[in-house]
T-cell receptor, first 111, second 113 residues
């Protein structure tokens, strides 16, 4: 199975700080997604991205969140001013068509 | 929007027995139904998927069935092994490409040796 990689694997930050989560996608897979999973809960959609534009975003994805492909390869999720409730696993997913492959996730802990 | 419900939330089976996990969905526009396996501390791993033009799909010990009329689909694992222990998630999407997945709440499967 193709692999999506994510960095860092763990991130601890203080409330109000900015964090950037990074994803290295699968070559030639042009659809990008971010999901999050609060501990013990289901995976929730945040945002989808295609052709350098956001395709869809959930109500969770408010103005504190942004996504980009800064170098045309990596895909990033930025949280400008973290809140306690942002603590979760964040998964990048990448695919072509309907199939989505997930990365191993970044565990974000906001203190 | 789509709502996916999944049952049971936990399931324990003896090694070698079969396990069945069931999901229902609400949006008749959904046409793509993947199943993911998540091991502790890892990301969801796609194990099998089915599209609405197919009623059943099998891959070795894993099979998925879909009843589009009733809006439910199921994962069947036969001859279970200890390495099948994980959390399993069903999901649904409209299958138009670049569409979000709506996940079920997950089933923690434990295989008892």
């Amino acid at each position: 199975e193709p692999e999506v990689t994510q960095t860092p694997s763990h991130q601890v930050t203080q409330m109000g700080q900015e964090v950037i989560l990074r994803c290295v996608p699968i070559s030639n897979h042009l659809y990008f997604y971010w999901y999050r999973q609060i501990l013990g809960q289901k995976v929730e959609f945040l945002v989808s991205f295609y052709n350098n534009e956001i395709s869809e975003k959930s109500e969770i994805f408010d103005d504190q969140f942004s996504v980009e492909r800064p170098d045309g390869s990596n895909f990033t999720l930025k949280i400008r001013s973290t809140k306690l409730e942002d603590s979760a696993m964040y998964f990048c997913a990448n695919g072509w068509g309907e199939t989505q492959y997930f990365g191993p996730g970044t565990r974000l802990l906001v203190l | 929007g789509e709502n996916v419900e999944q049952h049971p939330s936990t399931l324990s089976v003896q090694e070698g027995d079969s396990a069945v996990i069931k999901c229902t969905y609400s949006d008749s526009a959904s046409n793509y139904f993947p199943w993911y396996k998540q091991e502790l501390g890892k990301g969801p791993q796609l194990i099998i998927d089915i599209r609405s033009n197919v009623g059943e799909k099998k891959d070795q010990r894993i099979a998925v069935t879909l009843n589009k009329t009733a809006k439910h689909f199921s994962l069947h694992i036969t001859e279970t092994q200890p390495e099948d222990s994980a959390v399993y998630f069903c999901a649904a999407s409209p299958n138009f490409g670049n569409e979000k997945l709506t996940f079920g709440t997950g089933t923690r499967l434990t295989i008892i040796p």
